[in-house]
């Protein structure tokens, strides 16, 4: 069993900076590329960022390109999503997602979830 495990969420002003991880243990594959989505009240849940299994390559949603930067630490099994410039836009509940083909922007084609950490950005 896969467990994923959020952390680093909370409540931030319009402009700063958040760093959300995700701790993943369990029989996962750290061959396959692992992401982040996103879920706003009312809304569809949104990609946000996948990594390559060795943190070589990353890809991005339209609206977080040049604002976040994914990045994974295979030996501590642990991946992370920095986030800059934050908008009020950006608030959401965060997913970490693992166990995908490289490139997958569906959350249908990620096997494995976290429960989700809050992200509240203020204007």
């Known amino acids: 069993q896969v467990q994923l495990v959020e952390s680093g969420g909370g409540m931030v002003q319009a402009g700063g900076s958040l760093r959300l991880s995700c701790a993943v243990s369990?029989?996962?594959?750290?061959?396959?590329?692992r992401g982040w989505f996103r879920q706003a009240p009312g809304k569809e849940r949104e990609f946000v960022a996948g990594?390559?299994?060795?943190?070589?390559?990353?890809y991005y949603g339209d609206s977080v390109t040049g604002r976040f930067t994914i990045s994974r630490d295979n030996a501590k099994n642990t991946v992370y999503l920095q986030m800059n410039s934050l908008k009020p836009e950006d608030t959401a509940v965060y997913y970490c997602a693992a166990d995908a083909v490289y490139g997958s922007k569906s959350e249908r084609d990620f096997r494995s979830w976290g429960q989700g950490t809050q992200v509240t950005v203020s204007s």
């Open positions: 369990g029989r996962t594959f750290a061959r396959y590329t």
């Open positions: 990594i390559s299994w060795n943190g070589g390559s990353a």
